[in-house]
């Protein structure tokens, strides 16, 4: 099976431009979670999408927002960037099968590296 | 809030050798999932091992293994006869039972010596 793709891999932008960044899981897997990585915060939880519909949200502005497509492909959309928005950001995908103890695992992708100008 | 926190921000260990991540983390809840993640220079996550918090035994994945102590909130990586390889970021990870959100540690850089 194909693993978790993301792009583009690299994006340079400049201060209140908008982005979107767009991330495919692997096959058959229906969440998908978005992560940024700084070097300050380490890995902070975006948000999570599964069956089209945002499930979980973490701590970010709302110029952060995704959206999830019916084949499980998700987009990640950054509007008015900062220059506190460069970070590496990461998808990753999970079967998401039903039952409280699911042993879920989320399998990341390679990231894309975001930097703003 | 869940918090996981990994206290050592590098390790090194000689090639062959043993090396031990530790990992703790906070939760009032009584079921629970644990893992860690390795991150190479290449910056891909890769899973390494997971823990179901229900079950007492620990995980192992050949050369690596887990000590879950739950009543202490503590989860270690053992890495047994460390390859050059096996130099990345480790990241420790909690899971809750429902829902798919992970609380990551701030990482562990490790550093294998030939």
């Known amino acids: 099976k194909a693993g978790v793709t993301q792009t583009p891999r690299y994006l340079i932008k400049t201060r209140g431009q908008q982005v979107t960044l767009s991330c495919s899981p692997i096959?058959?897997?229906?969440?998908v979670s978005w992560y940024q990585q700084t070097p300050g915060q380490g890995l902070q939880f975006l948000f999570e999408y599964f069956s089209e519909t945002q499930r979980n949200k973490g701590n970010f502005p709302g110029r952060f927002s995704g959206r999830q497509f019916s084949n499980s492909r998700s987009e990640m959309n950054v509007s008015t960037l900062e220059l506190g928005d460069s970070a590496l950001y990461l998808c990753?995908?999970?079967?998401?099968?039903?039952?409280?103890?699911?042993?879920?695992?989320?399998?990341f992708g390679p990231g894309t590296r975001l930097t703003v100008l | 809030a869940q918090t996981v926190t990994q206290s050592q921000p590098e390790m090194s260990v000689q090639e062959a050798e043993t090396v031990t991540l530790s990992c703790t983390y906070d939760t009032s809840e009584s079921d629970y999932y644990l893992f860690w993640y390795k991150q190479p220079p290449s910056r891909q996550m890769i899973l390494v091992i997971r823990?179901?918090?229900?079950?007492?035994q620990n995980a192992t994945e050949n050369r690596f293994s887990v000590n879950f102590q739950k009543a202490a909130k503590s989860f270690s990586l053992k890495i047994s006869d460390s390859q050059l390889g096996d130099a990345a970021m480790y990241f420790c990870?909690?899971?809750?039972?429902?829902?798919?959100?992970?609380?990551f540690g701030t990482g562990t850089s490790l550093t294998v010596i030939p």
């Open positions: 990753a995908s999970s079967l998401a099968s039903s039952g409280l103890l699911s042993t879920d695992t989320q399998y």
């Open positions: 823990q179901e918090a229900y079950k007492q």
């Open positions: 096959s058959g897997h229906r969440s």
């Open positions: 990870a909690y899971r809750r039972p429902s829902g798919n959100q992970f609380y």
